[in-house]
């Protein structure tokens, strides 16, 4: 079984070095493990750093956004017909180790779609995180009828049928409740684990902000009209 990481990132030269090294090396039930890291238009050392790590680096010429760097790991996961992906984020907010929680809960479940989820597990996060995370989930569901506890989360495992079905159009930010959205398209099963959720300052200086939380919303309702 192949099983692939796949990691967006934009200007993490800072943290991308130990994000990479905290990676697991193997996983039991899994015969070829990788690692691919989207450069997503950096202006920084990130793409050097990462190939330094040994792993597999695709380089955006231009910042095409979250949603643009999702859409190469899951074109690269499907073309290269990986068993499974895992997308994980780069700014040192997911603890590695969780990965194989969200493997567990698959095997468990029968998931096609397992979504690490840092409220149930009561993550202490700042306010304003859990009020951009609250209104996602709200419009979330509204919009695309699935109820998640986390939305937002950027730890995630997909099996080959999810990686094969989901078909993705946004490039920013909104991507993460698309997500949910063809998951319920495509009638995948969903399950969702408790995941830790590490907040520095460094990680809150990357994630969404509450001023642009209400346009991402406006786009998702925009497009959803159309």
Known sequence: MKLLIGIPAYNEAGIITKVLCSLPKTIPGITKLDTLVV????TDET??????EK????????NRGLGGALKTILYYA???QYDFLVTFDADGQHDARDIKRLISCMNNARSDVVVGSRWKNKTRAPLSRKLINKAANITTGILYGILTSDSQSGLRLFN???IEKIELKFDRMEVSSEIFGEIAKRRLKLSEVPIRGIYTNYSLSKGQ???NSFDIIFRLILRFLQ
């Open 39 to 42: 450069d997503d238009g950096s």
């Open 47 to 52: 793409a050097n750093l990462a190939e330094k």
């Open 160 to 162: 080959r049928k999810a």
């Open 55 to 62: 792993v597999y680096v695709i380089k955006h010429l231009t």
């Open 78 to 80: 499907k073309t290269n």
């Open 209 to 211: 902000k509450l001023s």
